[in-house]
């Protein structure tokens, strides 16, 4: 038996709770949209806890706002959020969640086709826009680079990235966001698009809304482009209930990091875990669990 799967029998031994599979508490994670980083990396984590000996049940979810809501109410134990989402989730609406580690940085994908005469943010003024589901991150974040950019008059449609990439396809919209590792798939997959440069919004984003915003990158070379596109970046966070165990907090985050290889993170800044990086969360406050473990592996 592994050490943090006797750590979480114990605790649950002790606590009397009633537990699931070798003994250690079903958990709920909440992922997101079918297709998305979120769902895949979901799954694959998912597999991982089973190994370990945890009972999961994933959701599938819109992301981010909708797995906060869930935590927050108690009908999940763990899911991924963006780090603006996240944010607002505590200093703004005073969720009772808390973070395990922040994983990796998800890349402001402003997607027109190559046609198109969009350039910067400022020209979706009067246009057609996808923001991204409802109950996404992505719309969290699409809608303050829009407030940024001094974007006024456009016309918000609410869909995921597949339904944005027929409706782009199809002349329904004029652009879309969408907020992501490097490359998508869905999107490196596809010809006669461009990403538009976001960049220059990010001190605008910062002095709002703090250093959730990032200065970032994507590299020359993916979706068609010939040269890097700069963008805005926000990183991706795993979070949780806060009322998690702490034993259940600390074999989870333990379980991220003894599976890191296999989890296949976006490749992108903290993609393979680093444990380092992990601990940086902001004003979301780390669970004394997942504290615990980063204690146990810095010495």
């Not at 109410?73 to 996240?86: I, K, M």
Request: proline residues 6%; glycine residues 10%; aromatic residues 8%.
């Amino acid at each position: 038996m592994s050490r943090r799967v006797f750590l979480a029998l114990a605790a649950m031994g002790a606590a009397g709770c009633s537990t699931g599979g070798m003994g250690l508490p079903p958990l709920r994670l909440a992922t997101g949209l079918s297709g998305g980083p979120y769902e895949i990396l979901g799954d694959r984590f998912a597999a991982e806890l089973r190994r370990d000996g945890f009972t999961v049940e994933v959701f599938k979810t819109a992301a981010s706002v909708q797995n906060l809501t869930m935590l927050a109410e108690g009908r999940a134990d763990v899911g991924f959020s963006l780090a603006d989402s996240a944010d607002d989730a505590v200093r703004v609406r005073h969720q009772p969640v808390a973070a395990l580690a922040r994983m990796y940085m998800n890349y402001v994908h402003l997607v027109v086709r190559t046609d198109s005469d969009i350039s910067a943010a400022k020209h979706l003024t009067r246009r057609k826009v996808s923001i991204g589901a409802e109950g996404s991150g992505t719309a969290v974040t699409a809608v303050r680079v829009l407030d940024a950019a001094g974007v006024r008059d456009h016309v918000v449609f609410r869909l995921g990235l597949d339904a944005s990439i027929r409706a782009l396809d199809e002349g329904g919209i004029d652009a879309f966001f969408w907020s992501g590792g490097v490359p998508t798939p869905a999107l490196a997959s596809l010809s006669g698009i461009r990403v538009v440069p976001l960049e220059p919004l990010v001190p605008v984003l910062r002095r709002t809304y703090g250093p959730v915003y990032e200065h970032a990158a994507i590299p020359a070379g993916v979706y068609g482009s010939v040269r890097p596109v700069p963008t805005v970046g926000t990183p991706s966070y795993l979070v949780c209930r806060q009322a998690l165990s702490d034993d259940v907090a600390y074999t989870v985050t333990e379980t991220l990091f003894s599976a890191r290889d296999r989890l296949q993170a976006p490749s992108a800044p903290g993609g393979r875990l680093d444990k380092r990086y992990a601990i940086g969360t902001g004003v979301v406050p780390l669970h004394p669990g997942a504290a615990r473990y980063y204690k146990s592996v810095y010495g």
